[in-house]
């Protein structure tokens, strides 16, 4: 009677074993058939995601189903990858944490041999992004065989031309001008802020060449530090707050008259302004910028590669980049003739701009917004920015400094209503929330 309860429990055991075989079997052929997306919020034209599925099947005969997760801050999508181990397939982070990602390990190179299918990454990829992205410092890695240019864009002024002269804004010294007293808006994100106004208190060695703008975007020096840290705090009777996300609302509303916002936060908002008879501009300061940039990557833990690396491809067709552009307002790594051919309009953009940096020759004159493509003098006077390694702390601590310093109980009441007023026009209106480097 024992061996035969043995030999029945042992029957039982090993059909529950092969029950959680054919389980666990079930679950990974699943997920070797679905793409898990990790993207910003309002950062695509949710139409393409079912339009892919479509696309997928025809050139690989082979289903996926989406799985589509947003995020609002870059590092909260790197814990995620880097500390829980996340199997994501495709993520968007920022040209920093593309750096940082590749440094540790944390990202799997981009197979671009599509067979038949045509190679749209390498064919229609402006040369501008691929050099930008080789600058990235991957210690040793190619960051272009790793991440593909998604958006990019700058840092500069926004501002009200009823209240401001664009010569006003055309310096970085506009943050301590006295008339802007509590007037103007200041992007929370320390990285853009601290690398924008290096550009003008480090100006004399950039003339006399002893820096480069790209070298400058390196510094996370305690003298830079402090030089930066003393500059916001002689322009706190300026700053009515530090924002994320409602700068450009107030700005549309004509309740700010300044904001140092980023180039797709303003384009957002002088089309909004426009509807309301508000006049809103935007201007990158003379001394220099950054300019910045999100990318496409395949995470270390992704488990459907396959999926990943047609999506990518897919983003990077001429026709699906414009629609992404119409969706967010901000400029797409796709620089194809395409893409210039619908945003050439003379008519609309009399100033001629060059920007062959972006599309290669026959486009040193051309009819573009130059919000969203800067003239190439503008661009020659940015450069990308970097991660800061173990220097993150001592620039987040200065940071912390400065915002401190500068609180005060009205401020935080404006700040207060703005961000209710702002959540609840959201509820009506789809918009872009991107908080690019907000830590």
């Not at 040369?127 to 864009?153: E, H, L, Q, R």
């Not at 830079?224 to 924002?243: F, P, Q, R, T």
């Not at 508000?278 to 992704?302: C, H, M, Q």
């Not at 999926?307 to 307002?329: Q, T, V």
Request: negative net charge; contains cysteine.
């Amino acid at each position: 009677m024992i061996m035969k309860n043995i030999v029945r429990n042992m029957k039982s055991i090993i059909m529950l074993a092969l029950c959680a075989l054919i389980l666990v079997s079930c679950t990974d052929e699943k997920r070797m058939h679905t793409l898990k997306i990790y993207n910003w919020a309002d950062y695509i034209d949710e139409s393409v995601l079912d339009e892919f599925k479509e696309w997928y099947k025809a050139e690989t005969g082979e289903d996926v189903e989406i799985v589509y997760q947003l995020f609002d801050i870059n590092e909260v999508m790197l814990a995620k990858i880097e500390k829980g181990h996340e199997d994501y397939d495709v993520a968007c982070p920022s040209e920093y944490i593309i750096e940082r990602m590749l440094r540790n390990d944390l990202l799997l190179p981009i197979d671009k041999d599509f067979g038949t299918t045509p190679n749209y990454i390498d064919r229609n990829l402006s040369p501008y992004i691929k050099d930008c992205f080789s600058k990235i410092d991957g210690s040793g890695k190619n960051a272009n065989d790793y991440a593909v240019g998604y958006m990019w864009g700058t840092t500069g002024f926004m501002y009200n031309t009823k209240f401001v002269e664009e010569e006003e804004v055309s310096t970085w010294t506009a943050l301590t001008n006295p008339r802007f007293k509590n007037r103007i808006f200041v992007k929370d994100a320390f990285r853009d802020v601290y690398s924008t106004l290096l550009t003008m208190l480090r100006q004399d060695d950039i003339k006399s060449g002893k820096l480069t703008y790209e070298k400058l975007m390196y510094d996370s020096s305690d003298e830079s530090i402090k030089l930066v840290e003393d500059y916001l705090k002689s322009a706190k009777d300026n700053v009515a707050g530090w924002e994320a996300d409602f700068g450009k609302e107030e700005m549309t509303k004509g309740k700010a008259w300044i904001n140092l916002t980023w180039s797709g936060d303003a384009a957002w908002a002088i089309e909004e302004a426009a509807d309301v008879d508000v006049e809103l501009k935007y201007t990158v300061p003379k001394e220099g910028s950054n300019v910045w940039f999100d990318g496409w990557v395949i995470p270390r833990y992704a488990k459907n590669v396959k999926a990943a690396r047609y999506f990518i491809n897919f983003l990077c067709r001429s026709d699906i980049a414009l629609r992404n552009m119409d969706e967010i307002g901000y400029v797409s790594a796709i620089g194809t003739q395409e893409v210039l051919n619908e945003q050439n309009d003379p008519e609309t953009y009399e100033e001629a701009v060059d920007a062959s940096y972006f599309f290669g020759e026959g486009a040193d004159s051309v009819h573009l917004w130059q919000v969203q493509y800067p003239d190439a003098s503008v661009i020659n006077r940015c450069a990308m920015m970097h991660d800061s390694g173990p220097r993150t702390e001592q620039m987040l601590a200065m940071w912390s400094r400065v915002k401190g310093d500068n609180a005060s109980p009205v401020t935080a009441i404006v700040i207060f209503l703005a961000v209710v007023g702002f959540a609840v026009y959201g509820i009506n209106k789809k918009r872009k929330r991107h908080k690019k480097n907000s830590w």
